[in-house]
């Protein structure tokens, strides 16, 4: 008998053989969970993910626009990996428009890709 954690939305995002946490609710079955969104993706990842999906450019002129922050056009233009949690793919997100989900699906198509 698993033990589950829901989204916001109440999707079920983990499952457990024991009890994490008070909040978690018992459930008969083990249910499917979605796929994992990775915390980290290396350089050549992310840029092909992002060629992949035809936002290669429109990243590349964010990051090169004037007006973004320098500290997110340096981590850019020299990481060597890329953090999903990071505070340059949060701003390249909402300047782009991008939603959590797109961002996350982004970073699962990146962790497929092998160089």
């Given at each position: 008998?698993?033990?589950?954690?829901?989204?916001?939305?109440?999707?079920?995002?983990?499952?457990?053989?024991?009890?994490?946490?008070?909040?978690?609710?018992w459930t008969d079955e083990w249910p499917e969970v979605?796929?994992?969104?990775?915390?980290?993706v290396s350089r050549y990842q992310a840029l092909a993910a992002l060629m992949q999906a035809g936002l290669l450019d429109a990243v590349t002129a964010w990051a090169h626009d004037p007006s973004t922050?320098?500290?997110?056009?340096?981590?850019f233009d020299?990481?060597?990996?890329?953090?999903?949690?990071s505070s340059t793919m949060a701003a390249g997100a909402a300047a782009l428009g991008w939603s959590e989900g797109q961002l996350d699906d982004l970073f699962a198509a990146?962790?497929?890709?092998q160089a």
């Amino acid at each position: 008998m698993p033990f589950v954690d829901r989204d916001e939305s109440g999707a079920i995002v983990g499952a457990f053989a024991m009890r994490q946490r008070p909040d978690q609710e018992w459930t008969d079955e083990w249910p499917e969970v979605g796929p994992t969104v990775p915390l980290k993706v290396s350089r050549y990842q992310a840029l092909a993910a992002l060629m992949q999906a035809g936002l290669l450019d429109a990243v590349t002129a964010w990051a090169h626009d004037p007006s973004t922050d320098p500290l997110h056009k340096l981590a850019f233009d020299t990481a060597t990996e890329f953090a999903r949690a990071s505070s340059t793919m949060a701003a390249g997100a909402a300047a782009l428009g991008w939603s959590e989900g797109q961002l996350d699906d982004l970073f699962a198509a990146a962790a497929q890709i092998q160089a």
